[in-house]
């Protein structure tokens, strides 16, 4: 449990924090900004400028709403895995291939030696940070995930261009946490992909939180947890941030035979459906994780990103997620 870890790093947040876990979905202004430049009508200065104003609104937004740590909406990145290869050396990126649904990204391809050139995130996060009085998560795409959805076409196996990627990423996160982050998360969805190379992402992600002092989230979502759970709490982290609801709950079984000894950022909102979860639906799960997570373990989250959402749909799913997190409080405060 971090909560003390929590106090000595000066962040306060209250009793079941609630939080995103990183990207909110575009307005249609910065949408149709990045359709133009693609298609060379507006300058890569324009497009930033517009990037700038949705992180604003993302910010504002969010504190209206009442979330006690904020995310930059990622109003600059495209995909999760592309926009970090784009920015260091050693990547080319392939034509468009299909991730989910209907959704395509071009999927980069490892063609030399992994190389951190330069902050990438840190700006962004630094922005959003001076908007606000809430801690912002630092957010970075974690070195296992940047492998696996990666072509290789340079390093002898998965696990060498995994720990290759781990020492740049480390370099982004130093960077993140020399400037003022102390909330970092590592996004690895794709770590319970192969349970048989759990040993090597382990490996990665202490080579990536090695001498930072900030308390450390991994965001995992959609994967078969229970081919990797409990070995799983061995990643050296403070907290894991679980997508839970679209898997109708299902871990906290898993959790009742093996308990949870980390914090926990559990998933009570299912960013993959329209469905404006209503308050008490979500009281509910959270009172469901109560049964096998202490209090002050929890946070409260929905279970990935919501870039995939309207605007609309996003708002009202985190403005019920916090008036059940508040409820939930009331009641274990007596």
């Known amino acids: 449990m971090s909560r003390s870890k929590l106090e000595r790093l000066k962040i306060n947040v209250p009793k ?8 909110y979905p575009k307005f249609p202004y910065l949408l149709e900004a990045r359709k133009n430049f693609q298609l060379g009508k507006i300058s890569r200065e324009e497009l930033f400028e ?9 910010i504002s937004l969010q504190e209206e709403i009442g979330l006690d740590v904020l995310v930059d909406g990622e109003m600059y990145r495209g995909d999760m895995v592309t926009y970090f290869a784009e920015n260091m050396d050693g990547f080319a990126l392939s034509g468009l291939v299909r991730s989910y649904g209907n959704r395509y990204y071009r999927k980069p391809i490892i063609v030399g030696e992994v190389r951190w050139t330069g902050p990438i995130t840190v700006g962004w996060w630094k922005f959003a940070q001076e908007l606000t009085q809430k801690p912002v998560k630092g957010m970075v795409t974690g070195p296992y995930t940047m492998m696996d959805w990666s072509f290789n076409e340079f390093y002898p196996s998965r696990k060498d261009a995994c720990l290759a990627l781990a020492k740049a990423i480390h370099r982004e996160v130093k960077e993140l946490w020399r400037n003022g982050a102390k909330i970092i998360q590592i996004d690895e969805p794709a770590i319970s992909a192969r349970p048989e190379e759990l040993d090597f992402a382990i490996e990665a992600m202490k080579t990536v939180v ?10 995992i979502c959609y994967g078969a947890f229970e081919f990797i759970y409990p070995r799983m709490l061995e990643l050296p982290v403070d907290n894991f941030d679980l997508e839970m609801s679209n898997s109708s709950l299902d871990l906290v079984e898993l959790f009742r035979l093996h308990p949870f000894t980390k914090d ?6 299912d960013v ?3 469905i404006v979860e209503d308050v008490e639906t979500i009281e509910q799960r959270i009172e469901k994780a109560l049964e096998v997570i202490k209090p002050e373990q929890l946070w409260i989250d929905p279970d990935c990103g919501m870039k995939t959402r309207t605007v609309q749909e996003a708002v009202g799913k985190l403005k019920n997620m916090v008036l059940a997190a508040r409820k939930v409080r009331e009641k274990i405060d007596g």
């Open 16 to 23: 079941l924090p609630t939080t995103a876990v990183g990207s």
């Open 50 to 58: 517009l990037e700038k104003k949705a992180t604003r609104d993302w």
């Open 210 to 219: 090695e001498g930072v002092d900030a308390y450390f989230i991994v965001h």
């Open 264 to 269: 926990i950022s559990f998933g009570v909102v």
């Open 272 to 274: 993959h459906s329209h």
